[in-house]
T-cell receptor, first 114, second 116 residues
Framework: AQSVAQPEDQVNVAEGNPLTVKCTYS??????LFWYVQYPNRGLQFLLK??????LVKGSYGFEAEFNKSQTSFHLKKPSALVSDSALYFC????????????FGRGTSLIVHP | ETGVTQSPTHLIKTRGQQVTLRCSSQ?????VSWYQQALGQGPQFIFQ???????GRGNFPPRFSGLQFPNYSSELNVNALELDDSALYLC???????????????FGPGTRLTVL
């Protein structure tokens, strides 16, 4: 079975500071990994994905994530946070091949203070 | 904004009733997935339709059923509603997941279902 853990329910950061939202996963074989963002009363918006290749993945709005196979982690990062980054962030995993069913984490609320 | 639309935006039903939710996929997409997002939780996969056929199903009972139409729009039907069915229901469209390459999913804004 595959699973995703987002160990922090909430992350607080000051505007202009770097931010990290943590994600660890468990899956059989190689993973496909994703980050989505959800603003209030909205659907999820795709930020970035890791399929294969470089471990550092760059995505939308200045976000990036680093795939670490040995630590089974895929943490989301941004060098300088904006107040407008405040939202709910979801990490998701899917196994390569086989079932196409993705598993989402419970989400991390990011709050960026002015 | 994605090109995925859902209707209605909000819906209130009573226990035991039936409900149909609708999703219009983004132009050019042939795969639709449905998710249930309970309050404070991540989306839970219900099922996926690829070219009008169910292509995968999560851990949901048979009273959750769906359809995909030739224009790739989709419906989610839930019979015998229970209080725990109260949630945000999300539809996501993508292009040809079963080709073996993965294309990201584009989510609609969701339908908020409340069961009283």
């Amino acid at each position: 079975a595959q699973s995703v853990a987002q160990p922090e329910d909430q992350v607080n950061v000051a505007e202009g500071n770097p931010l990290t939202v943590k994600c660890t996963y468990s899956v059989s074989g190689n993973p496909y990994l994703f980050w989505y963002v959800q603003y209030p009363n909205r659907g999820l918006q795709f930020l970035l994905k890791y399929i294969t290749g470089d471990n550092l993945v760059k995505g939308s709005y200045g976000f990036e994530a680093e795939f670490n196979k040995s630590q089974t982690s895929f943490h989301l990062k941004k060098p300088s946070a904006l107040v407008s980054d405040s939202a709910l962030y979801f990490c998701a995993v899917r196994q390569t091949g086989g079932s196409y069913i993705p598993t989402f984490g419970r989400g991390t609320s990011l709050i960026v203070h002015p | 904004e994605t090109g995925v639309t859902q209707s209605p935006t909000h819906l209130i039903k009573t226990r035991g009733q039936q409900v149909t939710l609708r999703c219009s996929s983004q132009s050019g997409h042939n795969t639709v997935s449905w998710y249930q997002q309970a309050l404070g939780q991540g989306p839970q996969f219900i099922f996926q339709y690829y070219r009008e056929e169910e292509n995968g199903r999560g851990n949901f009972p048979p009273r959750f059923s769906g359809l995909q139409f030739p224009n790739y729009s989709s419906e989610l039907n839930v019979n015998a509603l229970e209080l725990d069915d109260s949630a945000l229901y999300l539809c996501a469209s993508s292009l040809d997941l079963t080709s073996g390459t993965y294309n990201e999913q584009f989510f609609g804004p969701g339908t908020r279902l409340t069961v009283l």
